[in-house]
């Protein structure tokens, strides 16, 4: 009867609500995975950025002061 229709719709919305759950985990998971990643490219750059401009500074230094 119209009991059984409530439980299956019901039954229906609970698979789909976990379903949807279970695909925003596995999402947050991977931009997780991905962010961190990004995270380590960036430190990566500065340190060279960082490197690079020590580098250009002694080297004028050096001209200019020791030359």
């Known amino acids: 009867g119209s009991m059984n229709d409530i439980s299956d719709v019901e039954f229906?919305?609970?698979?789909?609500?976990?379903?949807?759950?279970?695909?925003?985990?596995?999402?947050?998971a991977v931009c997780a995975e991905r962010w961190l990643e990004?995270?380590?490219r960036v430190k990566r750059i500065e340190h060279f950025i960082v490197a690079t401009l020590i580098t250009l500074?002694?080297?004028?230094?050096?001209?200019?002061?020791?030359?």
């Open 12 to 28: 229906e919305l609970n698979t789909r609500v976990s379903n949807v759950h279970t695909r925003i985990e596995k999402h947050e």
């Open 38 to 40: 990004m995270l380590n």
């Open 57 to 67: 500074v002694v080297g004028m230094a050096s001209i200019i002061f020791g030359g």
